[in-house]
């Protein structure tokens, strides 16, 4: 990774945090709690910046729409984050997978 990346990444989180915070109150803190969840058990490929970005584009038109949060998401905030990561593959798989000792093949004589 080039430091033009690593500016260009910079840049990129800063607009999106402007855009959080532009938000309604409401909705900046079901955000940040849909952040840290997703940070938490999010898929593994969070870090590409397309979930987080598609969250911020859902909430900015259904508070353009005049809806409140609870109309967007419903009361569950994890459910909804279940939801948007599907089947994708999360970080508690990966430490699943690490902890998880791999399958043994037994092998039986013949009798």
């Known amino acids: 990774m080039s430091i033009h990346d690593i500016?260009?990444?910079k840049k990129q989180w800063r607009?999106?945090?402007a855009r959080v915070k532009a938000l309604p109150p409401d909705y900046r803190i079901v955000y940040r709690e849909m952040q840290k969840y997703l940070f938490k058990v999010g898929p593994v490929d969070l870090a590409d910046g397309t979930?987080?970005?598609?969250i911020v584009d859902f909430f900015?038109?259904?508070a353009a729409a005049g809806k409140g949060v609870r109309q967007l998401i419903?009361?569950?905030v994890a459910a909804f984050?279940?939801?948007l990561i599907g089947?994708?593959?999360t970080f508690a798989d990966v430490y699943q997978d690490s902890v998880s000792?791999?399958?043994r093949t037994v092998t039986r004589p013949d009798s």
Not at 51 to 54: M, P
């Open 15 to 17: 607009a999106h945090v």
């Open 81 to 83: 984050c279940d939801d």
């Open 101 to 103: 000792p791999a399958p």
């Open 60 to 62: 900015e038109e259904g």
């Open 51 to 54: 979930l987080l970005t598609g």
């Open 7 to 9: 500016i260009q990444g």
């Open 74 to 76: 419903g009361a569950d």
């Open 87 to 89: 089947d994708s593959r």
